[in-house]
């Protein structure tokens, strides 16, 4: 159902776009009727191809696919959503009519030039964001650990050994005490062929209190095999449950709502995985923001996430930020800080604009 919806709303996007982009004055210059219809199916069928074919199989032309498909969506949207601006300040063509055309020629050239933009930002490395956290019941011999925090790395066909090593080479400079990886790490796709190798660099992944995470929903769309792979690349999973990283530390986890998009659905699993837990500071790791009062009513001093990318394609994080009000950074819920990753990597097309990809780098301090 999510793939007929998905598909039929970037056909729309095609048809809304190669219809106003007609009228551009360069576009009736330099394309004729017919070549402007070839341009228009063939970049949907790029699409659709890169949809289907590439994101299943794990040939080369498959990945090549799946890129030029993904990324072609990502510059669909840009441009579109520069047409719809079009469309808001001539009144669909209504107002200033004879200016409409030249505004959509700027348009299409502003959505280019968003689109060069934010591949750019997308294909760049994450950038770290340093926070501190105070955490009741830390013990002072604590006191000063760093931990990173990475999700929606999305590894994959689009995301592989060579960007798994620089991460690993990136995270390892900054010498973390303990590295938590926060859901997404796997695109979900591609089987144990392509999952193998990456699972092999993981394993060079280590901090001194170990690497911990929790899946995330698209560890749950590639099923078993994925979310054993995350076990068997060196990452002790937390799902719905708690462990003792220290003395006087706790971890705890609760597993992705995978298929929902309702907070409710999560209600008691906090209280599930924290159950029987020794005394001192509580982080808890959970892929989406959502469910963050019950977190702090249950005595959790730092909740970290991820999932939402910040929207990853600005302004697509205001129609994200409708569904998830902890959108990206930091928040305070009564006594309990939620950091909110806007992930590692990116989902779909390799672009991000204006929300670059981030590691989180967190100084845990004791409640003196």
């Not at 080369?60 to 469309?87: C, D, K, N, P």
Request: charged share 15%; with cysteine; aromatic share 10%.
């Amino acid at each position: 159902m999510f793939g007929l919806i998905f598909t039929s709303l970037i056909t729309f996007s095609h048809l809304y776009f190669f219809w106003r982009a007609a009228s551009v004055p360069f576009v009736r210059k330099h394309f004729s009727v017919k070549a402007w219809t070839v341009v228009a199916i063939s970049l949907w069928l790029l699409f659709v191809a890169g949809l289907f074919y590439g994101h299943w199989q794990d040939d080369l032309m498959a990945q090549w696919l799946e890129l030029a498909g993904m990324t072609w969506m990502g510059i669909l949207f840009l441009l579109v959503t520069s047409f719809l601006a079009v469309e808001v300040v001539t009144g669909g063509g209504c107002f200033f009519s004879p200016l409409a055309r030249t505004l959509r020629g700027a348009a299409l050239a502003t959505g280019l030039v968003l689109s060069a933009i934010a591949i750019h930002q997308g294909t760049s490395p994450p950038t770290v964001s340093e926070f501190a956290v105070t955490l009741p019941g830390l013990p002072p011999v604590l006191d000063g650990k760093v931990l990173l925090a990475v999700s929606d790395l999305h590894l994959g066909s689009l995301r592989r050994e060579k960007w798994l090593a620089d991460r690993i080479s990136q995270i390892e400079a900054l010498h973390p005490d303990m590295v938590l990886m926060v859901g997404d790490i796997f695109e979900g796709h591609g089987g144990s062929k392509l999952q193998r190798p990456l699972v092999e660099m993981m394993r060079e992944l280590k901090a001194p209190l170990g690497v911990w995470g929790v899946p995330g929903n698209h560890e749950f769309y590639g099923g078993p095999q994925t979310i054993k792979a995350l076990e068997n690349g060196g990452v002790r999973l937390l799902r719905n449950s708690w462990a003792e990283a220290q003395p006087g530390l706790v971890l705890a986890g609760v597993e992705d709502h995978s298929f929902s998009r309702r907070p409710e659905d999560g209600a008691g699993l906090t209280v599930k995985a924290l159950t029987g837990k020794p005394p001192g500071a509580v982080i808890l790791l959970s892929h989406k923001p959502w469910r963050a009062e019950e977190a702090a009513q249950s005595g959790v001093g730092l909740m970290l996430s991820g999932h939402t990318h910040d929207g990853q394609i600005w302004p697509f994080n205001y129609l994200v930020g409708h569904f998830f009000p902890l959108l990206a950074g930091r928040y305070e819920v009564g006594s309990m800080s939620v950091l909110v990753c806007r992930g590692t990597g990116s989902w779909g097309a390799p672009m991000r604009l204006w929300r670059p990809g981030e590691i989180l780098r967190i100084t845990i301090r004791a409640d003196h």
